[in-house]
């Protein structure tokens, strides 16, 4: 499996931003999709995913409300939208895909299996 994430870029605070997220290989039902980010000098962290069965959206408290997890099944595209952005969402945001998840590890990074090579995010105060 390989991810390709796409869509980052520079915007001020306040602007909005899509990544797009394309998976080139099998989405297992079983799995999910999700995106994470890392800011310099600090963990990667947990954004936003999606059961790949049943849609089921996961967000983190601070992006809660303002970021929103979608897909294209058939074209395996997954997208993030990000609104309202603040200059504390600048990081490297990743896709990755799990084959096997569940509401129990799907905001841990460690159990995903495929990642991709990361999309930088830069937000301007």
């Known amino acids: 499996v390989t991810v390709v994430e796409t869509g980052g870029g520079l915007v001020q605070a306040g602007d909005s931003l899509t990544l797009s997220c394309e998976v080139f290989?099998?989405?297992?039902?079983?799995?999910?999709v999700g995106w994470f980010r890392q800011a310099p000098g600090k963990e990667r962290e947990f954004v936003a995913a999606?059961?790949?069965?049943?849609?089921?959206?996961y967000y983190s408290d601070s992006v809660q409300g303002r970021f929103s997890i979608s897909r294209d099944k058939p074209k395996n595209m997954v997208y993030l939208q990000m609104n309202s952005l603040k200059p504390e969402d600048t990081a490297v945001y990743y896709c990755?895909?799990?084959?096997?998840?569940?509401?129990?590890?799907?905001?841990?990074?460690?159990?995903?299996?495929?990642w991709g090579q990361g999309t930088q995010v830069t937000v301007s105060s």
């Open positions: 990755a895909v799990d084959d096997w998840s569940g509401n129990d590890r799907i905001k841990t990074s460690r159990w995903y299996d495929d």
């Open positions: 290989g099998r989405i297992f039902n079983s799995g999910a």
């Open positions: 999606m059961m790949w069965s049943d849609r089921t959206t």
